[in-house]
């Protein structure tokens, strides 16, 4: 074992997690603007009250958003709103697959990024959310899991419900 230099620290094993869900009925061509919307998210993520651009033009890396208004798995009562400041970092629409990082924030999350991608599968699509961060004070990996996998799942049947209802008023006109 090699001695630490003094004054660094020893990095953090970050916490890896991956959730993913199916979108019965709808292809990942549909589900995919949806998702890309990066400043929209408040449209699908559940007990996300806001979502609004910081700066940029949303769908270009670089742009930042500031999500504001959900819960976790920790919350005690005592912070009146959690909120995040992220940013896009890569896009890639052909692929259908994108990645950001937190930047700011008032949850704890420190190193974190995101990968999410939509795949398409014969009766539908799958949506995949990969993620690491430091690990968070107050929290378990377990927690995290958790918080990300039920946005997700509530996510799909959002989009699914949505997608549904514009393909009945299309076919009924």
């Not at 979502?51 to 270009?60: K, L, M, R, T, W």
């Amino acid at each position: 074992m090699e001695p630490i230099e003094q004054g660094s620290q020893p990095e953090k094993e970050k916490w890896k997690g991956k959730a993913t869900t199916e979108v019965k009925g709808a292809k990942a061509e549909q589900v995919w603007p949806l998702l890309e919307d990066f400043f929209g998210l408040d449209k699908w993520f559940p007990t996300l009250s806001t979502c609004i651009p910081v700066e940029g033009i949303s769908g270009q890396p670089g742009c930042v958003r500031f999500c504001a208004g959900f819960k976790t798995p920790v919350d005690d009562g005592k912070q009146t709103v959690n909120w995040t400041k992220q940013k896009l970092l890569s896009i890639d629409p052909t692929q259908r697959v994108f990645s950001y990082s937190i930047v700011d924030g008032n949850v704890g999350f420190h190193s974190y990024v995101s990968t999410l991608k939509v795949l398409p599968m014969a009766e539908g699509c799958e949506i995949e959310w990969l993620y690491e961060v430091e690990p968070v004070e107050g929290w378990k990996l377990e927690h995290l899991d958790s918080f990300i996998d039920t946005g997700l799942q509530v996510m799909a049947q959002r989009m699914q419900a949505a997608l549904k209802t514009m393909e009945e008023a299309v076919f009924m006109a």
